[in-house]
Each structure stands twice: as C-alpha cells, then as structure tokens.
C-alpha cells in the first residue's frame, strides 16, 4: 500500500489543524493504521493509531484528549484532527500502515510538516 499524507502547515497555538493521509490499493482495510511524528534530533514518537474498522482507537499520552483519529475504509484514508495544539506539537508527522497499533509498521508516507507558533 502506498500512503500520501496532507494538511500540514503553520497554525497558531491553542487552533486546530486536520491532517489526512491517502492510501493505494484495495487492501487499506487490513491495516492498523497509525500517525507518528518526528522532530530533528530525537526519536521518532507514536502519536495515534486505529484498528481495521475504526471501532478502536489508541493514543499517545501527550495527545490524548486533544487528537482524534479516524478512518474512512470507502475512501481509503486516515485523518488526525490535532485540537489544542502547543509549540511541542511541531514535527513532521507521518501515516503509517501495519498490523498492531503500538507495533510494527510496514509502510510509511512521506511526512507533513506541522509548526506550531507561540
């Protein structure tokens, strides 16, 4: 599966911005599908992930409660809705498919960049 993420940008503290991530082929429903973000010099961090048909969601604890996770299996897409956002929100931030919500993933997008002014 291939994965194109979208939304980046810069937003203000405290607004909200709403990332979506494309995915190829026809098995996108057989994925967990995750977001992740990464900033120069340190490790890359698990933001958010969602089961297979959605009714499951899990979180990162410096997100929870600001960030929502969805998908829509018709259209083939994952989205992350970031409420609330801070300065320490700022990363790139990438989708990403595999088949456990907290462990390996297997394909990855190619990142969008979120930065967040004070």
């Known amino acids: 599966v291939q994965l194109q993420a979208s939304g980046g940008g810069l937003v203000q503290a405290g607004g909200s911005l709403r990332l979506s991530c494309a995915a190829s082929?026809?098995?996108?429903?057989?994925?967990?599908m995750g977001w992740f973000r990464q900033t120069p010099g340190k490790e890359r961090e698990f933001v958010a992930a969602?089961?297979?048909?959605?009714?499951?969601?899990y979180y990162g604890d410096s997100v929870k409660g600001r960030f929502t996770i969805s998908r829509d299996n018709i259209k083939n897409t994952v989205s992350l809705q970031m409420n609330s956002v801070s300065p320490e929100d700022s990363a790139v931030y990438y989708c990403?498919?595999?088949?456990?919500?907290?462990?390996?993933?297997?394909?990855w997008g190619q990142g969008t960049q979120v930065t967040v002014s004070s």
């Open positions: 082929g026809r098995t996108f429903s057989t994925y967990v």
């Open positions: 990403a498919a595999g088949n456990v919500p907290r462990g390996e993933y297997y394909y």
């Open positions: 969602i089961g297979r048909y959605g009714s499951r969601t």
